[in-house]
């Protein structure tokens, strides 16, 4: 279903569940949505759905690329290996103590870089495009219809890739959201690159946010449902 199509009956949850979701990636965030989404009728709204169907038409990935597990959007696709521009693709440079050929150390000689992932170039143009050369709200501002609608009808909404402070806000400012930050205390120490894009930076403080869940089990956090559902009842005093 595209996300402009019209629901087909009135639904009857009520208005004012709308959670917005932040964390560190691997702490849990899809998880805990599909825990909403199965267990207490939300329905995900993405703040990327746009981009990520544009990527699949243009880029040619799948929607398991787009929407699926970690390792299929972390994965560079050597179809867009970019031309290494240090060695303008010739995989060698000159040594500056010899004057001998070397093997580039940018793209270890093979004269393309290959670091384009779904994650990354999503990252690129949810940021570097349409957050600094448009509108710092272009996303939440782009999806405000489409949540309007759904809430009008009593649909229980989570956002599960609200990863800029200001998105949060005007989701609390505009709806009444509920932000809440999923932590785990497992360190993340794979050092990828992606990880160090500010979208993956953005980490609200304790007040920044409705509520913390945290989770410090390994997947398939077998007691994260119970955890949602004490969560739900700080929040909105039900499940």
């Not at 999806?143 to 009593?154: D, F, I, Q, T």
């Amino acid at each position: 279903m595209s996300r402009f199509d019209e629901p087909a009956t009135k639904l009857e949850a009520p208005f004012n569940h709308f959670i917005v979701l932040s964390g560190e990636a691997g702490a849990g965030k899809d998880s805990t949505a599909n825990v909403l989404i199965e267990q207490h009728n939300y329905r995900l709204i993405s703040l990327s759905f746009e981009m990520k169907h544009f990527c699949m038409r243009a880029f040619g990935w799948t929607h398991d690329q787009m929407f699926g597990p970690s390792n299929l959007r972390n994965a560079p696709d050597p179809k867009w290996a970019r031309p290494c521009p240090n060695c303008d693709r010739c995989g060698s440079v000159t040594c500056r103590n010899s004057g001998d050929p070397v093997p580039c150390p940018d793209c270890k000689g093979v004269g393309k870089i290959n670091d384009n992932s779904p994650r990354r170039v999503l990252q690129l143009l949810g940021d570097e495009w349409g957050r600094q050369m448009i509108h710092p709200d272009i996303w939440t501002m782009t999806a405000r219809p489409v949540l309007e609608k759904w809430l009008s009808m009593g649909q229980r909404i989570v956002i599960n890739d609200a990863r800029f402070e200001n998105d949060r806000d005007n989701l609390a400012s505009w709806f009444g959201a509920k932000r809440v930050d999923v932590r785990s205390a497992s360190a993340k120490s794979d050092k990828a690159e992606w990880r160090k894009h500010a979208s993956e930076l953005s980490r609200p403080t304790d007040d920044q946010v409705e509520y913390v869940l945290q989770n410090d089990e390994e997947w398939p956090f077998p007691s994260l449902p119970s955890k949602v559902d004490s969560m739900l009842r700080i929040l909105y005093g039900t499940t």
